[in-house]
């Protein structure tokens, strides 16, 4: 068999197994002048306000999601995210995050010290150059060559916690699975129908010095597609990264799932590696562009805020692990 014979008749029966990724059926409906804020944990109820505070002044979705997580960020007592967040082992709190517009535009930072608003300097990455991630020392001096202040980001309660954690490591053996992760991811449609996403976290409590996770990389920690719709993943990075998490749901909702069949999959690609039974969380939100909202976690604990219709609520998800 000629070689154009054997990829036209593997093509052939590869499009009637139905393995190749199609977009659905039926389109999905942009809806407009019905906007929407969802965000991870508990303090995404703090954030969806600001971020809807914007889109009920016609902003765009970016200009909401980064507003935002901008909140948690300067939140000392969020010990996940930006100000306060737990450092690594060495004690220096670094921090990743990344931004998505509607129009498949990305930026991010990664391993970034002494900025307490990493998701502005991806959205500066984004607007003014044509990379997507800068790292490290980099995204560091491009910061500060852009307008952004230095401070010290290790709160006196950090601090404390990560020295009892060196002497006898007790902190983190009372943590539960969700306690060292809270990453927010905030997910926005606007009054054009049009979808946006933000992620930021000071990452794994005491992680290795220059680990990096899932929350700055598109495809894991943050996906959108204007056509489809925008996802946002907490918990364990490498797992995330591994089963490029966020760009999976979004292509299973592409596929014709729903926003929660698609988180759901997500989550049980994760379990079946590992036969079912997990001892770290990951959990999922997806904004789909109709409206439909999904969300799935790994564990019990996980919770999502939801902001529309003019209510601002808080929400518990049942793992499915």
């Known amino acids: 068999m000629k070689r154009r014979d054997f990829i036209k008749t593997g093509t052939i029966s590869l499009v009637a197994s139905g393995s190749i990724l199609t977009q659905c059926d039926s389109p999905i409906k942009k809806v407009k002048n019905n906007p929407i804020v969802l965000s991870t944990w508990d303090h995404g109820i703090s954030a969806n306000n600001s971020a809807m505070d914007i889109l009920n002044n016609n902003g765009t979705a970016l200009d909401a999601v980064e507003s935002g997580v901008r909140v948690t960020e300067a939140d000392p007592s969020s010990q996940s995210v ?93 943590w539960g699975p969700n306690d060292e992760h809270d990453t927010i991811s905030t997910l926005a449609r606007d009054n054009e129908g049009n979808l946006s996403g933000a992620c930021t976290t000071s990452g794994l409590a005491y992680k290795l010095h220059g680990r990096v996770g899932d929350s700055p990389i598109i495809g894991a920690g943050l996906y959108v597609d204007n056509e489809i719709g925008a996802v946002g ?64 976690a790994i564990h019990d604990g996980f919770q999502y805020a939801l902001y529309k219709k003019n209510e601002n609520k808080l929400y518990d998800v049942k793992g499915i692990g």
């Open 233 to 296: 993943a907490t918990g364990k990075g490498e797992e995330v990264i591994k089963t490029c998490g966020s760009f999976l749901v979004v292509e299973l909702m592409r596929q014709g799932y729903s926003a929660m069949d698609a988180c759901e999959e997500a989550v049980n690609r994760i379990l079946r590696k590992q036969s079912g039974k997990s001892d770290f969380q990951i959990g999922y939100i997806a904004l789909r562009k109709d409206g439909q909202v999904g969300f799935s």
């Open 82 to 174: 930006g100000l306060g967040g737990r450092p690594d082992q060495d004690g220096h709190v670094t921090l990743d995050a990344c931004i998505m517009d509607s129009d498949g535009n990305a930026g991010s930072v990664a391993f970034l010290r002494d900025i307490k608003h990493p998701i502005s300097v991806a959205r500066k990455v984004m607007k003014l150059t044509d990379h997507v991630m800068l790292v490290g020392a980099g995204a560091k001096r491009f910061a500060l060559e852009n307008g952004f202040q230095e401070e010290n980001l290790l709160t006196d309660k950090s601090k404390e916690e990560w020295l009892q954690w060196k002497r006898d490591n007790s902190v983190k053996d009372s």
